[in-house]
């Protein structure tokens, strides 16, 4: 049997001391700073100089405890920097170890995926499943459903997805009390159903946010299907929620959407648009806490877009939409624009956003390279555009200056024509850009731009 260096066995017990005295560095630093600072610098040196000095036969075990050494002395080092600068503030209440572990910068915080559901049986299942079936990780991607409208059926759809998601049911199911409104009995059942869809998404976010804790929410109704690369837009367009305070959602829609209005070689093309979409879009835990205590009692989604919410932000959409609604029964069913709804393209053709430079589409980016090219097109009145006049300037403008003329525009061009909060849809800084018979066209606003209260 081999008997161990007593140098050896001296040499582990300074390393040990250390380790001992890293674990209780904090209490040790607060209540003795510099005596500490320089105890650590006298050990380390100490036993550099024994272990250097060393004449063993062993050099198997005094290399282990040389390189040991050699660990804790960088260690202790990056711990003095930390300490000494100042800035290792939010890792005081973690275990010792994190102080020194490097973290992968790239790590992406989760996002929690709530799926909002109501009475719908069949939709939530085709929703659910597209989500599941596209979705790289349930780590970054947790699926919340939460569930208002105490449905049975839908209820047992959601609960034989089993620990795939988490199942979460609005405990306030009462019934609206109108009182305003009341002599309008032809719509109250439509009515009610706003109001409830607007408590249900303020307890819905709140669930998410402030009970589970999750920093970042994607929105999705149960109604969706999501697109081969939806969530790879999410994980991409994340950090720019941080980054860039001009943007506070991303959305996976675009309203005018049509095959015809989309151009289907360009599917990793992207827009700033001062419409919040909605249908698939994430959202901060900034926003929220934002608009958390004035959360409207109903129609949650035009309240968004009016400027004292919007407050002159935008959000991301793309060129060809990453959802498409399903739906034809719900509280807004029959409408005009349900009907548009159906005929959205949703991308068939994935694209990996991770490649793309989100950096352009940062405000003053995106201006310089988008805004101010397109104001600088040839113009070509709506009506040569319709008739496919000048086929040969291949990306045009089309100036409007009222709220009627867009409108004319826009109905010339079968694309959405209404305005909400002062917004066309999809416009940016009056903006709004789409495909005409294979031509890329601008309607552009009066300049030098003012805003939105601007136009008449
Ligand atoms: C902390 O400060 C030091 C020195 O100023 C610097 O080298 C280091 O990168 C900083 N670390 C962090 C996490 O900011
Ligand atoms: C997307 O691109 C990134 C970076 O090049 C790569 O790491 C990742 O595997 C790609 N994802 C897919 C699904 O191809
Ligand atoms: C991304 O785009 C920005 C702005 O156009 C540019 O400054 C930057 O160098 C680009 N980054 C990469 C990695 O291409």
Same mark, same amino acid.
């Given at each position: 049997? $081999? ?6 066995v *001296?040499?582990?017990?300074?390393v ?11 209490f040790?630093?607060?209540a ?8 650590e ?12 000095n060393?004449d ?7 290399n ?29 209440? $973690? ?6 572990t490097?973290?992968p ?11 909002i ?7 939530i299942?085709?929703t ?11 780590g970054?991607f947790?699926?919340?459903v ?21 199942? !979460?049911?609005?405990?306030? *199911? ?20 706003y ?18 804790g ?5 929105v ?15 994980s991409?367009?994340?950090? *720019?929620?941080?980054r860039?305070?001009t943007?506070?959602? !991303? ?11 989309v151009?289907l ?58 959802? !498409? ?7 807004s ?8 709804l ?25 201006? $310089? ?29 089309v100036?409007?200056?009222?709220h009627?003329?867009?409108?004319a ?5 079968? !694309?959405m ?7 066309p ?5 009056g903006?709004?850009?789409?495909m005409?018979k294979g $031509? ?17």
């Amino acid at each position: 049997m $081999r008997i161990v260096s007593p140098y050896t066995v *001296l040499g582990f017990v300074v390393v040990w001391t250390i380790v001992i005295l890293l674990a209780s560095r904090q209490f040790l630093f607060n209540a003795h700073q510099s005596w500490f600072q320089h105890e650590e610098q006298k050990m380390v040196q100490e036993l550099s100089v024994k272990l250097d000095n060393l004449d063993s036969r062993d050099t198997r075990q005094l290399n282990e405890v040389y390189a040991a050494v050699k660990r804790v002395e960088v260690m202790l080092h990056k711990i003095q920097e930390c300490l000494r600068s100042d800035n290792c503030s939010e890792k005081k209440n $973690r275990p010792t170890r994190s102080a020194v572990t490097t973290q992968p910068a790239t790590i992406e915080p989760s996002v929690a995926v709530l799926v909002i559901a109501c009475n719908r049986d069949t939709y939530i299942r085709r929703t659910l499943d597209s989500l599941l079936k596209h979705r790289p990780s349930a780590g970054l991607f947790p699926i919340i459903v939460s569930q208002d409208c105490g449905h049975t059926p839908t209820a047992n759809v959601i609960s034989s997805y089993g620990n795939r998601l988490t199942h !979460i049911k609005q405990p306030d *199911l009462s019934d609206i009390v109108l009182t305003k409104e009341k002599k309008d009995i032809k719509n109250m059942k439509a009515l009610k159903g706003y109001y409830k869809i607007s408590r249900h998404y303020r307890w819905a976010l709140g669930q998410v946010f402030d009970e589970m804790g999750y920093n970042y929410v994607l929105v999705v109704e149960d109604d969706l299907e999501v697109a081969p690369d939806f969530f790879s837009y999410f994980s991409a367009l994340q950090r *720019l929620l941080d980054r860039d305070p001009t943007i506070w959602c !991303i959305s996976a829609w675009n309203d005018n959407g049509k095959p015809d209005n989309v151009d289907l070689q360009s599917n990793a093309k992207l827009y700033r648009s001062d419409f919040f979409p909605g249908l698939g879009w994430m959202m901060t835990r900034r926003l929220w806490k934002e608009l958390q205590p004035k959360w409207p009692e109903k129609y949650w989604d035009d309240w968004m877009r009016e400027p004292a919410q919007r407050q002159g932000r935008s959000c991301i959409r793309p060129e060809i939409s990453r959802t !498409i609604t399903f739906g034809d029964k719900g509280v807004s069913a029959g409408q005009f624009y349900r009907q548009h709804l159906q005929y959205i393209k949703l991308n068939s053709d994935p694209v990996n956003f991770s490649k793309l430079n989100m950096s352009q589409l940062q405000e003053a980016e995106y201006d $310089r390279l988008f805004l101010d090219r397109v104001l600088a097109l040839p113009s070509l009145a709506v009506t040569d555009v319709v008739n496919q006049r000048r086929p040969e300037l291949r990306e045009v403008q089309v100036t409007y200056s009222t709220h009627k003329e867009f409108e004319a525009n826009a109905k010339k061009m079968k !694309i959405m024509f209404d305005f909400r909060g002062g917004v066309p849809r999809t416009a940016y800084k009056g903006v709004v850009s789409l495909m005409y018979k294979g $031509r890329r066209v601008h309607l552009t606003p009066p300049q030098p731009w003012t805003g939105y209260d601007s136009i008449s």
